[in-house]
């Protein structure tokens, strides 16, 4: 999307300004549901097709970093790019957090489809992947076929339908809060941003 090209250079030509923002509804984030999750968190939604998630990584790398230790990120894996392979990239990405892989494997998809420019070839294409992030092709076999695998994905379907996701990368945050990336004018201030509405209560 332009608003994250935009927001990528922004953040090289405006890097870590420690200037104060007022964040404002309308401008920096929009309200998407009237009541909030009991705990903090931010849902990223994202594909491994698209470019912009890719560009997008270090910046959710460094909010992982500096966000406080009690708010969780949940990355989901949405459906509707990558045609076919869409679907079993988000099993794929559901089968690598029950595994404990899901950052190397994160690392190993975007490469192979944005740096390489390789296609992943269906369910074969897949298991070669998890036996390059480490993962024997029988263990991977065993995950992608188990049920908590296709709970997982099945409730990143649902999340992609209940918050209307239509592009990606999408932030939600406490379940309440979409963050406004284009408004964003550094990476200090996006860490800002997102810890505010992880804090707000209304």
């Known amino acids: 999307m332009k608003k994250i090209f935009a927001l990528l250079m922004a953040m090289i030509i405006f ?12 401008t920096h984030y929009e309200v998407i549901k009237q ?5 903090p968190e931010v849902k990223e939604f994202f594909s491994f097709f698209c470019p912009h998630c890719f560009k997008f990584e270090p910046l959710m790398n460094n909010l992982k970093q500096n966000l406080p230790e009690q708010v969780k990120i949940k990355k989901v894996h949405v459906n509707f790019l990558g045609k076919e392979m869409g679907p079993e990239l988000t099993k794929a990405y559901a089968a690598a957090e029950i595994l404990n892989v899901e950052d190397k494997l994160s690392s190993i998809i975007f490469d192979q489809i944005h740096t390489q420019r ?3 070839n269906g ?16 263990e991977a076999e065993n995950a992608l076929a188990s049920f908590p695998v296709s709970g997982l994905a099945s409730q990143m379907k649902r999340d992609t339908e209940t918050f209307n996701i239509r592009g990606v990368p999408t932030l939600i945050v406490n379940g309440k809060y979409k963050v406004n990336t284009s408004s964003i004018r550094s990476n200090e201030e996006f860490v800002a941003l997102v810890t505010f509405l992880t804090q707000k209560k209304n």
């Open 118 to 120: 390789k296609a992943i």
């Open 123 to 138: 369910r074969e294409g897949v298991l070669e992947l998890f036996e390059k992030a480490g993962v024997d092709k029988q």
């Open 35 to 39: 009541t909030a999750t009991a705990t």
């Open 15 to 26: 890097p870590l300004s420690a200037q104060a923002v007022d964040f404002e509804e309308g």
